[in-house]
């Protein structure tokens, strides 16, 4: 069993286009910049995070950060079809219909109408610049 010092579990994105990421991330979904980090390439190459150094940006979500990866030469942006790895973040809100209307006033397309789940009032999905789906899910009253 892992000993935890924080309850927050980061996620890391490698992004294609940083600028464009986090123009989606901070100004589209609203997630708030934390900290913003150069990492060297002493450490990147050390600890096999990456082939160089990089800039990395944290932002908030609920208990989640995910960190925002600005590779000096970064990876080509990958095929937008469903494979393995990590693939979508699911992020849970109040009002479906209301975060429709509220992202979609700053410019995020959404991929259908919001959806019933067995366990859930409102599903709905979004894609990051690099094609990574984003799920919001709007949990049924009790």
């Known amino acids: 069993m892992l000993k935890l ?7 890391a994105i490698v992004c294609s286009d940083f600028e464009k990421s986090l123009h989606f991330y901070h100004h589209c979904l609203g997630l708030e910049v934390l900290t913003e980090l150069d990492i060297p390439d002493e450490v990147a190459i050390g600890a096999k995070l990456a082939p160089s150094g ?22 080509p942006l990958g095929e937008k079809q469903f494979k ?17 209307i509220d992202l979609g006033q700053r410019g995020v397309p959404f991929l259908s109408e919001p959806v019933s789940a067995p366990d859930a009032a409102g599903v709905v999905c979004a894609r990051d610049p690099d094609g990574i789906l984003i799920e919001f899910v709007q949990i049924e009253s009790l």
């Open 5 to 11: 010092t924080h309850s927050t579990v980061d996620i």
């Open 54 to 75: 990089f800039r990395q940006v944290r932002l908030q979500v609920g208990d989640t950060l995910i960190k925002l990866m600005d590779i000096k030469s970064p990876p």
């Open 84 to 100: 393995s790895g990590v693939r979508w973040l699911t992020i849970f809100v109040e009002d479906i219909h209301q975060t429709i």
